[in-house]
């Protein structure tokens, strides 16, 4: 078993880097929208009224109503697309079939989970949520274990996608989750999903050149990422929402799903300021990778990416120096992913066993202290992680980046991203494709 600071990034895209909605990807693929309306039969999936996939959320007179806080989302249940029955049996001989994005699962859990009930596994990973969606629809693989974003829900349902899950297998949902994520806004009464991992949006930073006190005693700490102290060592991921939702909080317009023209424009501004200050860089592993091994000083950062950081530290470089910077009042970005099985899935009974297993104390708190990513368990004290040793010997989170933990309270304060209307989604990358021409 190599030790994490041993680890080192596969050929493919890393953590939560499938976020990535580059130019090329948006010339190169059709929208998950376009995809999923192109593989519709006629009378079902994203034809329709939005009250045939689902109650709540906002109605936009499309086919599925959008999820959001403030409006969540019971989703239909087809006649057609039925949950399994209870008490079956796990199907013999099988070969798990996960699909995820790379580095994103510790294969010594999958492996333990299939040793304990007789069964291979095989992970296949996907770039972006477009190629995802297109493998899922055209049957390319039948995948048991699918990881999509909640911004997703509603073209998976309507185009039924996912399957409903039968909570009798799933006894540890109850029982270890947080309840703010058994019934998220996304999936009331997660009729089709569990959750994963959660995670909030900050900077990274490195410790060594940016002192803690300075940048907690910060007016505004997004200032920070457009500080010519740090020209040519600023960066933001190549992740239109989460650029463009930190430019809005920098100035100060907390609706980070906005669909008002002239607040785009306002941020389009903003980041192109951004390169004539600092000459910002966009990447997709800068927080979790180039940070740690000293090709930034400061970086838009989700939590799970700075504090798996330590992992590729370079040979001159302390894992002390790295720092996460999040609002105090938790005022800030926070997200969650989940784990579903997909409507043509071969070993559903095995998936449903998978699903209880991942949410398990001891798988979740394992697989963290690999993937660097939180799970919302109940008995994961926030107020111990950053002193409770993991497998590696090492906390989970460093004391120093206590900022990192996630809490329950997170979701009641924090600013989730929902999906956006297609019009909306467009004006959105409008303004990052003009950003992008201008940055590195």
């Not at 309840?179 to 997660?190: A, E, F």
């Not at 994961?380 to 992680?385: G, H, K, S, V, Y």
Request: aromatic share 12%.
């Amino acid at each position: 078993m190599a030790h994490p600071r041993e680890r080192r990034p596969g050929s493919g895209l890393s953590r939560r880097e499938f976020l990535m909605r580059s130019l090329g990807a948006a010339v190169a693929l059709p929208s998950a929208s376009a995809i999923l309306a192109a593989c519709s039969k006629p009378g079902e999936g994203t034809t329709g009224s939005a009250s045939t996939v689902g109650t709540g959320g906002v109605d936009l007179g499309g086919p599925y109503p959008i999820a959001t806080a403030d409006n969540p989302v019971t989703w239909t249940i087809y006649d057609d697309v039925p949950p399994i029955a209870d008490g079956l049996k796990i199907e013999e001989g099988a070969t798990l079939q996960l699909y995820n994005w790379d580095q994103y699962i510790w294969k010594k859990q999958v492996e333990k989970f299939c040793e304990g009930v007789g069964c291979d596994y095989k992970i296949t990973t996907f770039q972006n949520m477009d190629e995802a969606l297109t493998k899922i629809r055209t049957g390319e693989l039948k995948f048991d274990i699918f990881f999509p974003t909640t911004d997703t829900f509603g073209k998976l349902v309507s185009a039924k996608l996912m399957q409903p899950l039968n909570h009798s297998y799933l006894d540890h949902l109850e029982e270890n989750v947080w309840p703010q994520l058994i019934s998220p806004y996304y999936d009331q009464g997660s009729r089709y999903s569990v959750p994963y991992v959660v995670y909030t949006t900050g900077v990274a930073y490195r410790r060594n050149v940016v002192k803690d006190q300075d940048i907690y005693g910060m007016s505004n700490p997004f200032d920070i990422l457009f500080d010519p102290a740090h020209k040519g060592r600023s960066g933001v991921y190549d992740s239109y929402r989460d650029t463009m939702a930190m430019s809005l909080l920098h100035l100060g317009n907390e609706d980070v799903n906005t669909d008002k023209q002239a607040d785009i424009d306002a941020v389009e501004a903003d980041l192109i300021g951004m390169i004539d200050a600092v000459d910002v860089r966009y990447s997709i592993n800068g927080a979790y990778k180039l940070l740690p091994e000293n090709q930034y000083d400061v970086h838009l950062s989700w939590s799970g990416d700075i504090a798996a950081g330590w992992f590729y530290v370079s040979k001159d470089t302390a894992y002390e120096d790295l720092g996460y910077w999040f609002p105090e009042d938790r005022r800030g970005m926070i997200g969650s992913d989940t784990m579903v099985i997909p409507t043509t899935a071969e070993h559903p009974v095995l998936a449903h066993e998978f699903l209880n297993f991942m949410l398990s104390f001891p798988a979740a708190m394992d697989n963290f202290a690999w993937v660097g990513y939180q799970p919302p368990q109940n008995d994961a004290d926030p107020d111990t992680l950053t002193t409770t040793k993991s497998v590696w010997g090492e906390p989970y989170i460093f004391p120093w980046m206590e900022a990192a933990v996630v809490r329950k309270e997170d979701f009641e304060r924090g600013l989730p991203q929902w999906e956006l209307t297609p019009d909306v989604d467009d004006m959105w990358h409008d303004a990052w494709q003009n950003f992008r021409a201008g940055a590195k």
